[in-house]
């Protein structure tokens, strides 16, 4: 798992932009590597409770930054072929 740390930016939420960029670019980069990844935010529960702190100084954040996301890495156990497009379930909105 790579644990993605922000810290708060102005504008406020550009740093969320950042994050999902950086995520995307970690998983994009384990694909090309043939290590199959998920990207999890679920992982921030532990960031939501009392032992924010803990987790922050285990993990090594730096100071002022927060959980912004993570990037399970691994292998799958079987694979499947993604799914077929409904086009029933489509909308456009013009």
Same mark, same amino acid.
């Given at each position: %798992? ?6 708060? &930016? @102005?504008? *406020? #939420? *550009?740093?969320? $932009?950042?994050?999902? $960029?950086? !995520?995307?670019? $970690? *998983?994009?980069?384990?694909? &090309? ?19 924010? @702190?803990? /987790?922050?100084? %285990?993990?090594? /954040?730096?100071? #002022?930054? @927060?959980? #912004?996301? !993570?990037?399970?890495? #691994?292998? *799958?156990?079987?694979? !499947?072929?993604?799914? @077929?497009?409904? /086009? !029933?379930?489509? &909308?456009?909105?013009?």
């Amino acid at each position: %798992m790579i644990m993605v740390p922000i810290a708060k &930016s @102005e504008p *406020a #939420g *550009a740093e969320l $932009i950042d994050c999902g $960029i950086i !995520s995307q670019n $970690i *998983a994009l980069a384990a694909t &090309s590597l043939g290590i199959d990844n998920l990207i999890c935010g679920f992982a921030g529960l532990c960031f939501a409770g009392n032992k924010k @702190e803990h /987790f922050k100084e %285990m993990l090594g /954040f730096p100071e #002022g930054y @927060e959980f #912004g996301v !993570s990037v399970l890495l #691994g292998y *799958a156990d079987k694979k !499947s072929n993604p799914h @077929e497009l409904d /086009f !029933s379930k489509v &909308s456009v909105i013009e």
